[in-house]
């Protein structure tokens, strides 16, 4: 697993340039997970190729795609929203630099009068032992609970381990997604519904969002750390990479003034303007390890 103060020195090794690379007439590929997609990588390829005329690619698949691809190298360029599994052979080889930092938001109907959750309240949901709107200062209705299938997309291992310190952990739900996008849309019709995705996603929903212990999930809340859930959106690299030097250049980039004024606008934090938020979470790990007692 790719610890992001571990990647620092990676990160600021701004090598940006103007020298040729080796010449390659056709575009970069970039495959992961569809919230650093829409947090940063489409604002971030367009910007790269007007400095220096290099096509990117964007496809999707998730996080867990991104880093496969980018171990058997079928893609130049990776995203992802978690780290990569340690020990497992299909994500070894690669590289994650962490780029930004990116709020999980609880999002519910636009016309629900619920507007604050508290963590504890947010374990007691996910356990099932929260199951009506009246448990959170609502309605007498009840709680439909979506989430994601599986364990190990971004947003579902990020709640494992920030709020359950629990990578196994099951949800209790009978309202399970494939991908985030439908999860995302389900809610926007469903007055009974909540669900988490990353911020720069819900942003582009008509939903709306809680506060997290009365913090809004603000570019000030989640830069100091006041907001609580957060975490690293990476670029996957393979060093195998043919166009491995190109792919640098791109990491390289993200981490100028520009990248980060692109990322700040996307709605994310740079992760450079951020760096104490690592030291931070690992204090949240420690507290969801203590928490987990049984009650």
Known sequence: ????????????????????????????????????????????????????????????????????????????????CRPNLPGNPEEAGVTLVPVAWDALVVMVHKDNPVDDISMDQ????????????????????????????????????????????DTEREFVSKHVYPSTGPLETALET???AIGVTGISSALKRNVKLLKLEGHEPSYDNVRTGAYLLYRPLYIVTNARNPRYREVRRFVDFAHTSEGRDIIRRAGAVPYLDALRLALKQREQWKAARSLDAPR
């Open 1 to 80: 697993m790719i610890k992001p103060i571990a990647c620092l020195g990676i990160c600021i090794t701004l090598v940006i340039g103007g020298a040729a690379l080796a010449d390659d007439s056709g575009p970069l590929v970039w495959a992961g997970c569809g919230i650093t997609k829409k947090a940063f990588m489409s604002e971030l390829a367009t910007a790269y190729k007007r400095r220096y005329g290099v096509d990117i690619v964007l496809e999707g698949g998730g996080a867990t795609k991104g880093i496969r691809r980018i171990s058997s190298n079928e893609v130049d360029i990776g995203g992802a």
């Open 122 to 165: 947010l374990r007691d949901l996910y356990d099932g032992r929260i199951t009506s709107w009246r448990q959170l200062g609502g309605p007498d209705r009840p709680i439909e609970l979506l989430v994601r299938k599986g364990k190990i997309s971004g947003v579902g291992r990020t709640l494992r381990e920030l709020v359950f310190n």
């Open 190 to 192: 469903n007055p009974n």
